[in-house]
């Protein structure tokens, strides 16, 4: 009798396993077949069996179905993400209960290399397979100007592996576009971490980031002092440097790195106007006006350059006013005429500066208005009255009035 039951319960346990096979036999041949919806659904009752929800076999193929289940939805929408990053945790629970070994069983062909452009029916549908079709779909939804959705796609691309560079680059450049600067950062901090690639763009944005976004100077100027030991020579990160350090109110650091910068490359119009600015607020307004000058003579389309130069003559020029009024009644009988002349003799001088100005920027009623008030000063009236209707055009007939 002992023997008979032994027997049935032999029985019995041969019967359910050989249930639980043909329940996965049905997964690989839905699979296989294209009848995912049956493959996931036999899968599924596999993977919460006893006797096979132990087998990372058996969540191996659910991740392949799942993957190709991702893969087949043309839609591309929010939940077609949401069935990718499915996929993504069952290869990642296959793979631990593989040992988390990369090299052999079925740790291997989670991870298992497909060729490129190879027909569906020889795609290995590992994580490697995921990530390509993340990838493709991801340009599918950029070239139809979905970024967000296109910045989903990447981003489960390079969630699928951290040193995928040309995923991350994307979902970065995607997230500080669309404003999420979080992300943005993750993903340009994964290629910080890869030493062979050119990082340089990425620097760039996120120094942007730190400083304009999160007004944080301290921590842009952190990591531009990091970037440059990679790339001593880039010229844009050198004005960037210059830009924070006048941030952080770092004047001779400041005027020590435009020395630098300029030594290399002299004609650079925007290193000149910051040396002028420095050396205008350290008060050697002579030495600006130089910088100022030269900036323009580079680039005479230059527009801070030319609003610069007049605004720095009109400076001096008021500077030199005050200093006349400041003089005793016999001492400004004695200088007044030597002064005022100096004086007219620099606001002459803006003209041309800020003519060129108004010519670059021909909507700039600012700098048509300080230009119609150095006309005024010296009695150009045909100029002052030409300006005066051009500004009435756009502010009204009484701008002066405001």
Not at 110 to 136: C, H, W
Not at 142 to 169: K, P
Not at 191 to 204: D, G, Q, R, S, T
């Amino acid at each position: 009798m002992k023997k008979l039951i032994l027997s049935m319960v032999l029985i019995g346990a041969t019967t359910l396993a050989f249930g639980q096979k043909k329940v996965i036999k049905e997964a690989e041949k839905g699979f296989k077949s294209g009848n995912l919806e049956s493959a996931l659904a036999a899968i599924n009752a596999a993977s919460t069996n006893p006797e096979t929800s132990g087998d990372p076999a058996t969540f191996l193929l659910k991740a392949q179905i799942e993957t190709k289940i991702f893969g087949t939805d043309s839609s591309n929408t929010a939940e077609t993400v949401q069935k990718g990053f499915t996929a993504l945790e069952t290869f990642k629970k296959t793979f631990e209960m593989a040992g988390g070994n990369k090299n052999a069983g079925v740790g291997k062909l989670v991870y298992e290399d497909e060729l490129v452009g190879v027909p569906i029916n020889l795609r290995p549908f590992s994580i490697i397979t995921l990530k390509n079709v993340a990838y493709d779909k991801a340009i599918e939804r950029y070239t139809d100007d979905d970024l967000e959705l296109a910045y989903e796609f990447f981003n489960m691309a390079g969630e699928i592996d951290y040193t995928d560079t040309l995923s991350h680059y994307n979902a970065g450049f995607l997230a500080n576009e669309l404003g999420k600067f979080e992300d943005a950062k993750r993903h340009f901090g994964y290629l910080f971490e890869v030493p062979e690639y050119n990082k340089i763009n990425a620097y760039y944005t996120m120094v942007q980031i730190l400083s304009t976004e999160e007004k944080n100077p301290e921590a842009a100027y952190e990591l531009i002092t990091k970037a440059k030991k990679e790339y001593p020579t880039d010229k844009i990160l050198a004005e960037y440097e210059i830009q924070l350090l006048l941030q952080l109110n770092k004047m001779d650091e400041a005027m020590s790195q435009i020395n630098e910068a300029l030594a290399n490359d002299p004609n650079n119009t925007g290193l000149l106007l910051r040396s002028g600015y420095l050396k205008e607020q350290a008060g050697d307004l002579e030495g600006a006006l130089v910088d100022y000058k030269k900036s323009v003579e580079v680039d005479p389309k230059f527009f801070e350059g030319n609003y610069y130069t007049g605004a720095l003559m009109l400076e001096s020029s008021r500077k030199i006013l005050n200093e006349l009024n400041a003089l005793s009644d016999e001492e400004w009988e004695k200088q007044s005429q030597a002064m005022g002349k100096k004086a007219d003799e620099l606001y002459k001088q803006s003209v041309p500066y800020f003519t060129k100005a108004v010519e670059i920027r021909p909507d700039n009623t600012d700098i048509m208005i300080i230009l119609f008030q150095v006309h005024s000063r010296l009695k150009n009236t045909a100029e002052a009255d030409a300006l005066n209707k051009k500004i009435s055009a756009v502010l009204g007939a009484n701008w002066q009035d405001n």
